[in-house]
């Protein structure tokens, strides 16, 4: 069987609180055999270690994402430091920019722009010292997010998560060394965009992502996601790069395993 990796997944969420082991049990038999549980704040990046510590194929990534700014400390960078260090922690994320929802007056969208901007750049450092790459979040803010990782290019990388954008942006992603990884959303009717960015993707610059409990794939699309369903999301990209799932594996196994390197 073919086997791949769930490289972001909130499993610290509440929704599976009551049925973890059995939602793992279901990656494992579906051959998903690492899974990355992924920090969206401190307590959040804690929870994933603790998970990390607990179940084997479970690894954590550790960071404050950029909707919740508001609510963090002024400076992230001492607890974070601290997480870093732990044998399972592969990535600083998931961090980055988000302009989807805006306060909404100029002024206070400045600041919240400003301080979401500022949150990023510490965690970016805190990447580069502890030698770890980035798992990055944009939304309705690509350009600012690139742009403010472009000048670490050489020293850091990322991964743009749930890509969503067209070949042309891939392209700006990757020129800076960065990656890209794609969700159950090219399982979707109306995810044709996604689909031909993967196809314009080469095999080795990707990586596959449910994004759970958001975004399960066809055909359960709507209902809780788990890293079991990277199987659905990998079928439909291997149709659409033409390639055949153990060729897929082995190449979305040896990305991450360079990218992720505690992996
Ligand atoms: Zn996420």
Redesign the pocket.
Known sequence: MATFYDT?A?LDYPDYENDLPEVIARAQAAGIAKMIS?GTSLSSSERAIRLAEKFPSIFAAVGWHPTEVMKAPDDLRPALREFAKHPKVVAIG?IGLDYHRLPGSAGDDARYKQRQAEIFQQQIEVAIEAGLNCII?QRDAFDDTLAQLKPFAGKVRGVF?CFGEDAGRMRRVLEIGSLVSFTGIVTFKNGQNVRDTVAATALDKFMLET?CPYLAPVPYRGKRCEPAYVKEISEIVAQVKGCSLDELSEATRKTAGEFFKKL
Do not use: K, L, V
Request: net charge negative; aromatic share 0%; no cysteine.
């Open positions: 972001h909130h992924i998931e979040h998560h994004d």
